[in-house]
């Protein structure tokens, strides 16, 4: 700006950064006017109008009829006229050439402002919320369920009491908490009525409540129903996004106005509306907020205080904060020891930046109601069960509870969170069928009648508590949620008095057997056999009821499997020549010890139905070799002849192998003899073994979802995981060597203890009998240390076996890739698993499956998963890989942690791991390929773990 000195001549100089700018100073007599402009006829009176290009003044202009001519001026300013000068000039030229300066930079400036705005570069508009169209306290709506477990319409869901009633409502209900839980309805949400389950697929009409109302505006419904469109699907639903309806219906509005100061008025607060059991309120509170639209300002910072769940009633103390209660004109602040307990359980639960508003220490502490607001919760104190979400407790007979319950918890909504869990890990598992009732007695136990704490509720029983903990709480530790640690099994009574403890009978019900499909066959009293199972040479039941009565052999003849349903000799059993279609009787006829890379060498006998040890006598290097290949190993590292040993039948050297028999199998070469005359025996020590070979697996249909059941033996490499003493089955695994097993990082989760796990290696058939099968227990566990449970990038562990496997036809360890080989796309390998046959499915398969798959680009798994319209919480990461995508073939739940394995060469006669199952959406979901955590990515992890014991 130009600021003019009065005293000074026309012009000054005003320094402005360092930069000189000559201005002309307005207030200067040269520029006298009558008018508010600059006439041009006045500034040729003066000498300073137009020129003409000589420099002589010009003609005067058109608009000159528009100004007044002054014709009298003082005698200064007439001796000034006639002085007409050099000095005059250049000051007109100077106020020209200012005058042109200032409209270069208006227009300038005004350029520069339509362009940024051109670009993007706005003036930031206020945000101005949506008009209000009325409060509502209920919300209809309706969509229809079209995938997964709860798809198919069931007459039962019209029975309010039904178990199909209970069980859809329950996870229905609880995925509605899910959904509202994180959203900004998250302090007004109450919770959801289902109104009515109808047919086609399964259409539910549902009513949602607020507490306090919300206020709807033009976006509320859009809103609410693009939240009911994608959180809400997952393993239990998928719904039709386009079938989601949502009716806001009104009520009353109601008009306030500001009390006068010092007097009580009713709590607006949208966060505390009904949420206290006081109702008015009075400013400032706690927090120095003078007004109601201040501590609304605020909790656009702080309004998560409400929502976390660290405490059950830290709504209700920072309601007493933001609006305490009014009595009397005056204000009730919260206790100190009501802050200081809210204080200590939510520490850590709060976000890394807050800063805890209110000092403990400044507030009063006092027995007396109108000093300060005691804490609402009072230990012992019999409630009646309210939260939607303990509605299966209700229906089970605890209708009211007290607190602490048996887990230190001091409120439904914690209690409520270990219902879901346990009920989850039940429902999933089967762990224990009990497990929710136990839940119940636990976490919201029955009120005994007193109000004296640690005598008010009644416990479960000992015996209750102490058998859903050893078969479920491998589980919880999966789930990074253990067994908490003030829940004392052995603290509990335990008698069949309901009055004393609860669960006592359901404890110490018979196991239930239940009754065997149509066609099925019961053995080992608790199995049961499918009909394909029975008579196929292979033994399923340990009573071998199912191969007992299958042909008319005699009893000294075998049985040849019933594809070629052979009766042979016993004695033509293990002696290298093929005398069955399958070559069944020359499998698993050489082992070393009693099982291992080493030792002693046997040949079994079928006759005797005993294992022989063999005669040293004329033995050689190159038979050591024949035996190490024959069990999967690469060569023989030693060969010694034993110490003489005690008497009984040895197999002894022929000069030259049996006719027509297999010259790769030790046993062409053996005969039975009742004389070694050297009294030695062969011990043999066998090198590293072969890898990704299947010398048990027999040709079959090869086409897990929309896969074939697998004969026994087809693919050695499968490892089944199984939890608690009840051994549940629970995920898939891969054999690498004879004491390390691959398998998913959330298979283990946050489990630290091995004691729960059993592995089951050579069982093509998950829970029968196998005579292949080897059963081993955990030494160390090793989840990933990048392993993240909420995206599952990283999802790869290992399992140090307490004691190695042998291998056999049925035992063998998978190859892993070359180093830094990625898996090209295209493909065709095989997912491998005991998982679920589709998404509806209510029980694992009982035998391996098998599917062909091929490997697709990782940007085209990427797009389709991006693009899909089924909701998945995870995304995909460099350390992922994907195959799949076909319509109907796909890895599903229950086949994590088990295989995706490749051909290593192209007659696809030996095998590589080249993923591990991880995760997907949905099952079979057409174009959505599987994703599997990329193998080759961990072998420096995988040679690091194992001590680089698997010649990596």
């Known amino acids: 700006m130009c600021n003019c000195d009065q005293s000074t001549g026309d012009l000054f100089l005003v320094r402005h950064q360092d930069c000189i700018i000559t201005v002309a100073c307005y207030d200067n007599p040269l ?61 007109v030229k100077i106020v020209a050439i200012v005058v042109l300066v200032i409209l270069v930079a208006l227009i300038v400036g005004l350029l520069v402002h339509f362009l940024g705005s051109r670009t993007g570069e706005k003036e930031e508009v206020p945000y101005k919320p949506p008009t209000v169209l009325f409060l509502s306290t209920t919300l209809r709506g309706s969509l229809r369920v079209v995938e997964g477990p709860f798809s198919i319409y069931k007459p039962d869901y019209s029975n309010k009491h039904s ?183 939510c520490d850590g639960h709060y976000p890394s930046n807050f800063s805890w508003p209110i000092q403990c220490s400044s507030l009063p502490d006092s027995m007396d109601p ?56 039940e429902s999933a598992t089967m762990c224990n069928r009990h497990a929710t009732y136990f839940a119940c007695a636990a976490f919201v136990p029955k009120c005994s009648g007193s109000d004296i704490p640690g005598q008010h509720t009644i416990p479960p029983c ?75 040479g292979f033994l399923d039941c340990a009573d071998k009821a199912d191969e007992m009565h299958c042909a008319s052999c005699s009893p000294d003849q075998y049985q040849c499997r019933p594809v070629s349903a052979l009766c042979i000799d016993k004695a033509a059993v293990c002696d290298g020549i093929t005398d069955c279609f399958e070559d069944v009787e020359e499998a698993d006829c050489v082992k070393l010890g009693e099982g291992s890379s080493s030792g002693i060498v046997h040949v079994h006998n079928v006759v005797s139905g005993i294992w022989e040890e063999v005669c040293a006598d004329g033995w050689n290097i190159t038979l050591s070799q024949l035996v190490c290949q024959q069990l999967g190993y690469q060569y023989a590292v030693s060969y010694i002849n034993n110490a003489q040993t005690p008497g009984g039948t040895k197999a002894i050297l022929h000069n030259s192998p049996h006719n027509s028999s297999d010259h790769t199998a030790l046993q062409s070469f053996l005969t039975k003899s009742s004389s070694c005359p050297s009294n030695q025996v062969v011990n043999v020590k066998c090198g590293p073994p072969v890898c990704g070979t299947r010398p048990a697996n027999y040709k079959s249909a090869t086409r897990i979802v929309s896969g074939k059941e697998v004969e026994p033996g087809a693919w050695p490499f499968m490892v089944s995981l199984h939890g608690g003493p009840a051994e549940r089955f629970f995920c898939g695994g891969t054999l690498l060597s004879e004491t390390w097993v691959l398998t998913a990082g959330h298979c283990l989760g946050g489990t630290t203890s091995p004691g729960g796990i059993t592995l089951k290696i050579g069982a093509t058939r998950r829970d029968t009998y196998s005579e292949f099968r080897q059963v081993r227990k955990p030494k160390s566990l090793h989840v990933h240390e990048g392993y993240n449970p909420q995206t599952v990038d990283n999802d790869i562990a290992l399992i140090e076996l307490s004691k190695p496997v042998y291998f056999n036809d049925y035992v063998r360890p998978v190859c892993l890739p070359q180093w830094e080989h990625r898996t090209p796309k295209g493909t065709r390998c095989y997912a491998t698993g005991w998982g679920k046959a589709n ?39 460099a350390n992922m890989m994907c195959a799949g995508g076909g319509v109907g073939h796909d890895a599903c739940s229950g086949d994590s942690g088990g295989p995706l394995l490749c051909p290593a060469d192209p007659k696809r006669t030996t095998w590589y791991v080249a993923g591990v199952v991880s995760w997907g959406v949905g099952c079979a979901v057409p174009n959505i390929p599987g994703v599997y955590t990329n193998v080759p990515l961990y072998l420096d992890w995988i040679r690091n773990i194992t001590r680089n014991q698997l010649h990596i």
């Open 31 to 91: 520029f006298h006017e009558e008018d508010t402009r600059y006439p041009q006829d006045d500034l040729v009176r003066h000498g300073m109008g137009s020129t003409g290009g000589n420099g002589t003044p010009g003609e005067k202009g058109s608009r000159a009829k528009d100004y007044h001519v002054t014709t009298e001026l003082p005698p200064s300013d007439v001796q000034f006229k006639k002085s007409y000068n050099f000095r005059q000039r250049s000051v």
């Open 370 to 425: 109108s000093v300060c607001r005691r804490n609402p919760y009072t230990p012992g104190k019999c409630i009646k069960v309210t939260d939607p979400m303990l509605e299966g407790c209700v229906h089970l007979g605890f209708t009211e509870t007290a607190f602490p319950n048996y887990a230190g918890n001091i409120g439904e909504t914690s209690a409520a969170d270990m219902l879901m869990l346990l009920g989850t890990i």
């Open 163 to 345: 178990e199909a009633y209970a069980l859809f409502s329950g996870a229905f209900l609880y995925k509605m908490q899910l959904v509202f839980q994180n959203s900004r309805y998250s302090v007004q949400y109450n919770r959801t009525e289902i109104d009515s389950i109808m047919s086609g697929s399964v259409i539910v009409t549902f009513t949602l409540h607020f507490s306090p109302p919300i206020s709807v505006t033009s976006d509320s419904e859009p809103f609410i129903s693009s939240l009911l469109k994608r959180p809400l699907d997952g393993d239990l639903f998928t719904t039709d996004i386009n079938s989601v309806t949502i009716h806001a219906q009104a009520i009353a509005p109601t008009t306030t106005q500001a009390p006068p100061s010092g007097q009580c008025s009713p709590i607006t607060l949208p966060a505390c509306q009904n949420a206290t059991t006081y109702h008015q309120t009075m400013y400032p509170n706690l927090l120095g907020h003078m007004s109601e639209q201040q501590a609304m300002t605020a909790l656009s910072t702080y309004g998560d205080l409400f929502t976390f769940p660290c405490y059950d009633y830290a709504s209700d103390f920072w309601c007493s904060a933001w609006a305490p209660e009014c009595v009397g004109g005056r204000t009730i602040p919260p206790c100190r020891d009501y802050c200081e307990d809210v204080q200590k359980n």
């Open 462 to 536: 000992k015996s209750l508590c102490e058998g859903v903990k050893s078969r479920c709480s491998i589980f919880m530790e999966i789930f990074h949620s253990p067994w908490p640690s003030t829940l004392n099994c052995s603290a509990f009574p335990d008698v069949n008095d309901t009055s004393v403890c609860m669960g006592y009978a359901q404890a110490h019900e018979p196991p239930l057997i239940e009754d065997c499909k149509v066609k099925e066959m019961r053995c080992d009293n608790s199995t049961c056999i499918p009909p394909s199972w029975i008579c196929d």
């Open 839 to 877: 998404e509806t499915a209510l029980e694992y398969q009982r035998a391996i499956q098998e599917v062909n798959l091929d490997v697709v680009s990782w940007e085209s798994c990427r797009n389709s998963i991006a693009n899909s319209e089924i909701y998945t919480p995870y995304k995909l990461t």
